[in-house]
């Protein structure tokens, strides 16, 4: 296995050496000599720490690609109680005071989680009643119903919050309607405009046939005054669209680099994980920690590894009301994704990138009808095209520069209670 590879940028040789995930060269040796201190550690938890609460399976809106079928998770209008909701938290707390550790995060999950506001203050209320346990609360809305209350109920708790918003007005309302066949823009941005600290809000994109190009939309974005962009792409993208979005991707990353250079920082979070790897040379054992330190309880209170789990029995942890065999399960599972490589695919072990990648989601993969580790090509070349983009991007990026955007980040990663840490 070869673990270096050698890019040409601007006449200059530089490697990335994907063992040690740092770019060498003869005069910039790492990132991290110049920014690690002021990093905060960002090293993923090897034991439970977030939980994400799927409120309930309904949603006032009927997008295009719904991983969930409407929100409904094909169980229909069922709502979270806060019997439920509190004996998962007990769950996490009594984990985590477990291991000698205080901080946790919940995650409020839907269907459209401002379906069941109060039982997000009644979630949050009974969180704040206990002593030394600090936590960071996030939330993922559609964003049309948020109310100035609400607004303020988030921005006092620093709630990170992820609105999905899928471009511009056009765009965005042939992706994301009412039932009513309504465009649902123009209550978005209305939420969006409710917020005095836009520092904690993160647009969600999602890539799919209707917005392939995102780099023709991204600046209606920022216009919105939102600094933190996140994006995905459709599983069922056609290869049209996904030929046209690889094009569009690497505009994106040339735009990041104009943008830099000018002096105009954001945040796309895609990107930024990447880099925080290179400044802290973090090696990933998985692309994400589902099933590690982060778990999703369903409406009916089954525990999965992630929301796009829920109501598939075959990944069903554990029942709310059995939480004593959790332990086991979870250490097994563990286990068998972090101590057993041999499961992990041929190409993902003999990929340079694999320790700045982690490797496939396993969603992603059962979704593609293959087993948890196998590889899903096309979506393990968008993440080639985008590691290689963005390591030769740094290297093209003066160090001075590079120190501004690292600080620009962390200052915002600090209007999130908690700070900000991806799954
Ligand atoms: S998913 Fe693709 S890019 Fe990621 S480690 Fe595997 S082979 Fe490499
Ligand atoms: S990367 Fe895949 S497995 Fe991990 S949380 Fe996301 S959808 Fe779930």
Redesign the pocket.
């Known amino acids: 296995m070869k673990w270096q590879k050698e890019f040409v940028v601007n006449g200059r040789k530089y490697i990335f050496d994907g063992m040690s995930v740092s770019i060498i060269t003869d005069e910039i040796s790492t990132l991290r000599q110049n920014l690690s201190y002021k990093v905060p550690n960002s090293q993923r938890s090897s034991t439970l720490k977030t939980l994400c609460l799927v409120l309930n399976n309904s949603c006032n809106l009927c997008c295009k690609y719904c991983f969930a079928n409407n929100g409904m998770y094909n169980k229909p209008n069922e709502f979270m109680t806060f019997e439920t909701a509190k004996k998962s938290i007990d769950f996490l707390i009594k984990t985590v005071r477990e291991y000698k550790k205080e901080k946790i995060t919940i995650s409020f999950f839907g269907g459209e989680p401002l379906l069941s506001f109060k039982l997000i203050e009644n979630c949050v209320s009974y969180i704040e009643s206990f002593k030394n346990i600090n936590c960071k609360y996030m939330i993922t809305t559609n964003g049309t119903l948020l109310t100035p209350e609400i607004v303020q109920y988030f921005q006092k708790y620093n709630f990170d919050t992820m609105i999905s918003i899928d471009g511009n007005k056009k765009l965005h309302d042939y992706c994301r309607k009412f039932n009513s066949g309504c465009g649902s823009y123009d209550k978005v941005v209305r939420g969006i405009n409710l917020f005095n600290k836009k520092d904690i809000l993160n647009a969600r994109v999602t890539i799919s046939n209707h917005n392939s190009e995102i780099h023709t939309y991204i600046e209606d974005i920022l216009e919105l005054g939102i600094k933190r962009i996140t994006f995905a792409v459709d599983y069922n993208i056609s290869s049209y669209s996904f030929n046209l979005y690889i094009k569009s991707l690497k505009k994106l990353i040339d735009k990041y680099y104009d943008d830099i250079m000018q002096g105009k920082y954001y945040e796309i979070t895609n990107f930024s994980n990447i880099i925080i790897s290179l400044a802290l040379h973090q090696r990933k054992l998985t692309f994400c920690n589902a099933g590690i330190s982060y778990l999703t309880v369903s409406a009916d209170g089954k525990y999965y590894m992630c929301p796009r789990f829920v109501g598939n029995n075959d990944f069903a942890f554990f029942d709310v009301e059995e939480s004593d065999k959790a332990k086991g399960k979870m250490e097994a599972f563990k286990k068998n994704l972090l101590n057993n490589p041999g499961e992990r695919n041929l190409?993902?072990k003999n990929?340079v990138?694999?320790f700045i990648?982690g490797?496939?989601c396993y969603h992603h993969a059962i979704a593609s009808g293959k087993n948890i580790f196998e590889?899903v090509p096309r979506e393990?070349y968008q993440?080639?095209v985008m590691f290689e983009g963005i390591i030769k991007m740094i290297c093209k990026i003066p160090v001075k520069n590079r120190r501004k955007l690292l600080l620009f980040y962390i200052t915002l990663w600090n209007s999130v209670k908690g700070g900000i840490d991806y799954v």
């Open positions: 190409k993902c990929c990138y694999v990648c490797g496939m590889n393990c993440r080639m």
